[in-house]
Nanobody, 125 residues
Framework: QVQLVETGGGLVQAGGSLRLSCAASGRTFSTYAMGWFRQAPGKEREFVAAISWSGGSTRYADSVKGRFTISRDNAKNTVYLQMNSLKPEDTAVYYC??????????????????WGQGTHVTVSE
């Protein structure tokens, strides 16, 4: 019903920046919150950031607070993750996800209804 396509991943040196994008198509006529998660090799998927439909509310994992910024452009059905001051610990596959029953901004994977394919981010030392 909903397709999420992520772009913007790549290789960057520590201290650098990347901007990830996630474009939604299909059932985009509902109000939905968006989140970003990441999964490092050999690790479980973890919450990174989330944003409300209006963009007025955001939530971040402590590990990225002050470095990452989530935003969205509903006219383009797109959510962004601006990543600054990147660290090798940020290396992971980054996934965007859509929550079609938002109440508060969720940090649990089970709250999200649709997921993107993931985009790789590698931060070298």
């Amino acid at each position: 019903q909903v397709q999420l396509v992520e772009t913007g991943g790549g290789l960057v040196q520590a201290g650098g920046s990347l901007r990830l994008s996630c474009a939604a198509s299909g059932r985009t006529f509902s109000t939905y919150a968006m989140g970003w998660f990441r999964q490092a090799p050999g690790k479980e998927r973890e919450f990174v950031a989330a944003i409300s439909w209006s963009g007025g509310s955001t939530r971040y994992a402590d590990s990225v607070k002050g470095r990452f910024t989530i935003s969205r452009d509903n006219a383009k059905n797109t959510v962004y993750l601006q990543m600054n001051s990147l660290k090798p610990e940020d290396t992971a596959v980054y996934y965007c996800a859509a929550d079609f029953a938002p109440r508060s901004l969720a940090t649990m994977m089970t709250a999200y209804d649709y997921w993107g394919q993931g985009t790789h981010v590698t931060v070298s030392e």
